[in-house]
């Protein structure tokens, strides 16, 4: 079993930047792939961003692209998401989640676990 906590979350105006954390826990947790999602109000769940445990590949959604990296801190067993150049549109509850695969997924359906998601709100 692997659990997932996102933390990190909260209001910023637009220009501005948060780094949301995600701490994995569980026996195998460092043998997931790890992505960043996000779901905007009265719209499907998008992908963010993803990286391998290892940190050695990583993918991002062409919006988010050159504004947010995906890292980790496998010491910690923590996943985080820098997101920079926030816009209005970046409004939404940001998931993470555990694959049990290295194939980074785009897909939400190809990841095992995940956390209850924290909001991020941007201001313009």
């Known amino acids: 079993q692997v659990q997932v906590v996102e933390s990190g979350g909260g209001l910023v105006q637009a220009g501005g930047s948060l780094r949301l954390s995600c701490v994995v826990s569980g026996r195998t947790a460092r043998y997931y792939a790890m992505g960043w999602f996000r779901q905007a109000a009265g719209k499907e769940r998008e992908f963010v961003a993803a990286?391998?445990?290892?940190?050695?590949?990583?993918n991002y959604a062409d919006s988010v692209k050159d504004r947010f990296t995906i890292s980790r801190d496998s010491a910690k067993n923590t996943v985080y998401l820098q997101m920079n150049s926030l816009k209005p549109e970046d409004t939404a509850v940001y998931f993470c989640?555990?694959?049990?695969?290295?194939?980074?997924?785009?897909?939400?359906?190809?990841?095992?676990?995940w956390g209850l998601g924290t909001a991020v709100t941007v201001s313009s």
């Open positions: 990286t391998t445990w290892s940190g050695s590949r990583s």
């Open positions: 989640a555990a694959a049990a695969t290295s194939l980074l997924s785009t897909t939400p359906r190809e990841y095992d676990y």
